[in-house]
């Protein structure tokens, strides 16, 4: 069964940063592709970033320049680097793994003054 379980968020003003965390098991970890949503109060789920299991990676336009995925398959986590945060980039966050259709139980960020 597989479990990703989310860390990382928290309160941070406009320009700040945060890294979030994605730390799975129940899985061969290094051969899948992972990927972060986010889900904003009153809006569908929107997919932030991706990573595959040979490191492409793809971002959605409102975070490219921004926002880093990266994977560290030693540790069986995936991370969001997340910079120059905005107002608009509150919500909660979760980790997915798209073929087996799983998902954490997300971590709240909200950038705030």
Do not use: H
């Not at 003003?13 to 970890?29: M, T």
């Not at 680097?81 to 960020?109: F, H, I």
């Amino acid at each position: 069964q597989v479990q990703l379980v989310e860390s990382g968020g928290g309160l941070v003003q406009p320009g700040g940063s945060l890294r979030l965390s994605c730390a799975a098991s129940g899985i061969i970890f290094s051969i899948y592709t992972f990927a972060w949503y986010r889900q904003a109060p009153g809006n569908q789920r929107e997919l932030v970033a991706a990573i595959t299991n040979v490191n492409l990676v793809n971002y959605a336009d409102s975070v490219k320049g921004r926002f880093t995925i990266s994977r560290d398959n030693t540790k069986n986590t995936v991370y969001l680097q997340m910079n120059s945060l905005k107002t608009e980039d509150t919500a909660v966050y979760y980790c997915q793994v798209p073929s087996r259709g799983s998902w954490g139980q997300g971590t709240q960020v909200t950038v705030a003054s």
